[in-house]
């Protein structure tokens, strides 16, 4: 038998019918079923968020040991090391190339000169190194290794290509 049932949400058809005994133990184990299965969920959801409340804790502690006093000083003292490291590169730098090439690289970001096979090549302020075939810039693949200060880099990149172009092949993108 239908009925209709009307609240607050709406409009409801309802059909109602008696339960046999065997589809009453029926419904009784499938609710037995969903309640142990309902109350493994929410084990696992408690230790989930067990688990994750740990491992809060954890990073929650290691941020606090990371924003100390005595990390702080050894940061500032790592950054100090860097730009001391750095003006040293930078003068090295001027030192090998020349206070003309150290010019042009610090007005115009970059420096052209001739290698050993007349060709042209052109040193960007940021390590990148090209090479001039006709009127065109193409650019030579190499790796910077990032522990090597930029100067560093630039100046051994400068003697090595103006001494052994040949070693030095165009970059290809795919």
């Known amino acids: 038998m239908k009925k209709l049932s009307i609240n607050n949400n709406g409009v409801y058809e309802t059909e109602t019918c008696q339960l046999t005994p065997y589809g009453i133990e029926r419904r009784r184990a499938r609710l037995q079923i969903r309640i142990i299965s309902t109350r493994h969920k929410i084990q696992d959801v408690y230790l989930k968020i067990n688990s994750l409340e740990k491992e809060l804790a954890n990073a929650e502690e290691q941020l606090k040991l990371l924003n100390s006093p005595i990390v702080e000083i050894l940061l500032q003292k790592h950054k100090?090391?860097?730009?001391?490291?750095?003006?040293?590169?930078?003068?090295?730098?001027?030192?090998?190339?020349?206070?003309?090439?150290?010019?042009?690289?610090?007005?115009?970001?970059?420096?052209?000169?001739?290698?050993?096979?007349?060709?042209?090549?052109?040193?960007?302020?940021?390590?990148?190194?090209?090479?001039?075939?006709?009127?065109?810039?193409?650019?030579?693949?190499?790796?910077?290794?990032?522990?090597?200060?930029?100067?560093?880099?630039?100046?051994?990149?400068?003697?090595?290509?103006?001494?052994?172009?040949?070693?030095?092949?165009?970059?290809?993108?795919?």
């Open 80 to 174: 100090q090391e860097q730009a001391e490291i750095e003006a040293k590169s930078q003068q090295i730098l001027r030192e090998l190339i020349g206070d003309d090439l150290y010019g042009e690289l610090q007005t115009r970001k970059s420096m052209i000169f001739t290698a050993k096979d007349n060709l042209t090549y052109k040193i960007e302020q940021c390590g990148k190194i090209y090479r001039r075939i006709g009127k065109d810039w193409e650019q030579l693949c190499i790796i910077r290794p990032s522990e090597l200060p930029l100067p560093d880099f630039i100046t051994a990149l400068f003697f090595c290509v103006k001494e052994q172009p040949h070693q030095y092949k165009v970059r290809y993108r795919r």
